[in-house]
Nanobody, 121 residues
Framework: QVQLVESGGGLVQPGGSLRLSCAASGRTFSRYAMGWFRQAPGKERELVSKISSSGGSTYYADSVKGRFTISRDNPKNTVYLQMNSLKPEDTAVYYC??????????????WGQGTQVTVSS
C-alpha cells in the first residue's frame, strides 16, 4: 500500500510558476513509476507527466512540454512537478499517482487526494 500526499497548489497569475510536491509513504518508493494527472471542471482527467522508477525516462503531454518538469528524489520518497509559464488553461486539480508497473499506465495503482492549481489574474 502506498499513500500519496500532494502539496504546493494554489493561486498564481498567468506566466507565474508553482512547484507541486508529492510525498509517498512506504520503503519501496524507488520501485514505483510516478506521475501527475490533472482534471479541469467539465473535462476528462488527463495525464500531464510521468517518470520511470529510476528517473531515467520522462513523458510530457504536448500541452505542457517545455513548461513543466517532473523529477523525483528517491531517498526523500518525493516526486515534483515544476510548472513554469502557467496559463489559465492549466487550471485544474492535479493528482499524484504511483504505479507498480515499469511505467505509469492509464489507470495507475495509487492516487493522491489532489491539489488545486488556479491560474488567474
Amino acid at each position: 500500500q502506498v499513500q500519496l500526499v500532494e502539496s504546493g497548489g494554489g493561486l498564481v497569475q498567468p506566466g507565474g510558476s508553482l512547484r507541486l510536491s508529492c510525498a509517498a509513504s512506504g520503503r519501496t518508493f524507488s520501485r514505483y513509476a510516478m506521475g501527475w494527472f490533472r482534471q479541469a471542471p467539465g473535462k476528462e482527467r488527463e495525464l500531464v507527466s510521468k517518470i520511470s522508477s529510476s528517473g531515467g525516462s520522462t513523458y510530457y503531454a504536448d500541452s505542457v512540454k517545455g513548461r513543466f518538469t517532473i523529477s523525483r528524489d528517491n531517498p526523500k520518497n518525493t516526486v515534483y512537478l515544476q510548472m513554469n509559464s502557467l496559463k489559465p488553461e492549466d487550471t485544474a486539480v492535479y493528482y499524484c499517482v504511483a504505479d507498480s508497473y515499469i511505467v505509469v499506465r492509464e489507470r495507475p495503482d495509487y492516487w493522491g487526494q489532489g491539489t488545486q492549481v488556479t491560474v488567474s489574474s
